[in-house]
């Protein structure tokens, strides 16, 4: 096991060889893949932003965390074999649309489920504790198993693409969501998951620096689909580690992450839309536009970001102290599904008078 003192060191050098890279990478962004990862489309619904602004986020990350792996494994002689398998893989699908090699969203959807199927059956991923009998006796079942994984994964990778629209609102998020997992690891003392999802947040928040207010760079498609895989990952691996901890806790951790998803997907077939291509009715663009009446375009970016992780803390903070009962998870959980309802319906509202 890592010693406490060395792991200190390693994270401490870890952090300083990751700002660097950050500011080497936004640096010659321009020049990488001849301006490929500029990001010039602010005609996409989902744009809010009116200047070019690289989309490297997502490679300044990955070479952080293979630098990470790769000096873990060198002092410790253990590897965290997960983490990079599944970092390479999600990362170069997200990273072919950052330089614009534009494949169809259906394509791209089906080539990521082929992805996961594979990963998950190579690394025997599962889910042990579930906190519903009929789930978990579902769950003996290998191919509902698999299939059950796969949409978390789903929903989750696309849930972290969906709202990484405005400075640092994905990323704030991810950084709240991964710090309650660290908790939870901390006080069951598993070390390699928190020496894991620590360095994870070392890179969030190092690229937070060139996000947040005002954006130097994006994270990309790669960025966004990577962390997403990555933190669902965590969230498995911290459910299986600690049967005492509510699976229903870990469920309203990633509920806006993965209801924003389901919520939109039905959305878009109940308005004849088509459910994979994006528009501008989620619930971060409406509570953007309400924001915006009275602020210009740039506070009311980062303002929405502030405001909607702000709202997500109070929500999800008190679940801390009844993490270990399940009952009351459970109602806490459906109760901050009613309320997204509540507040995704005055938003819509208050937009269609505009």
């Not at 020049?31 to 490679?59: T, Y």
């Not at 873990?72 to 970092?87: A, N, P, W």
């Not at 190579?122 to 198993?145: E, H, K």
């Not at 990323?171 to 998951?193: A, D, E, P, R, V």
Request: hydrophobic content about 55%; glycine content about 4%.
């Amino acid at each position: 096991m890592p010693s406490e003192n060395i792991t200190i060191s390693l994270l401490s050098i870890f952090s300083i060889l990751s700002f660097f890279i950050f500011l080497i990478i936004n640096k010659f962004s321009k020049k990488i893949f001849g301006g490929l990862l500029l990001d010039v489309d602010f005609d996409k619904p989902q744009a809010f932003h009116k200047e070019s602004v690289p989309r490297c986020g997502g490679l300044a990350a990955i070479i952080s965390l293979m630098i990470f792996y790769v000096l873990f494994f060198l002092l410790f002689k253990e590897s965290f074999t997960q983490y990079v398998i599944l970092s390479i893989l999600i990362f170069l699908l997200g990273f072919s649309e950052d330089i614009k090699f534009n494949l169809r969203p259906s394509y791209r959807l089906i080539i990521m489920i082929l992805v996961l199927i594979l990963y998950v059956f190579f690394f025997t991923i599962d889910i042990y504790y579930l906190d519903l009998l009929f789930l978990s006796t579902w769950m003996t079942n290998n191919i509902f198993a698999t299939f059950f994984i796969l949409i978390c994964f789903l929903f989750i990778i696309n849930g972290a693409n969906l709202i990484d629209g405005f400075n640092g609102l994905l990323t704030i998020h991810l950084i709240i969501i991964n710090s309650l997992l660290l908790y939870i690891n901390l006080k069951y003392g598993h070390q390699n998951q928190v020496i894991i999802i620590t360095a994870q947040i070392v890179v969030l928040v190092i690229f937070l620096m060139f996000n947040f207010p005002n954006a130097k760079m994006f994270l990309g498609d790669s960025g966004s689909y990577m962390f997403g895989s990555l933190v669902a990952l965590n969230v498995i691996n911290t459910n299986n580690l600690n049967p005492d901890v509510s699976s229903f806790y870990f469920a309203s951790l990633l509920f806006y992450l993965f209801f924003e998803v389901f919520f939109s997907f039905f959305r878009k077939l109940y308005l004849g839309k088509s459910p994979i291509k994006p528009d501008n009715l989620h619930l971060h663009m409406l509570s953007f536009k309400f924001i915006n009446r009275s602020n210009n375009l740039k506070n009311s970016n980062y303002l929405n970001s502030l405001i909607i992780n702000l709202i997500y803390v109070c929500i999800i903070l008190p679940t801390i102290f009844f993490n270990d009962n399940g009952l009351i998870c459970r109602y806490w959980f459906f109760s901050i599904l009613a309320l997204y309802l509540v507040f995704y319906y005055l938003l819509y509202s208050f937009a269609k008078k505009q």
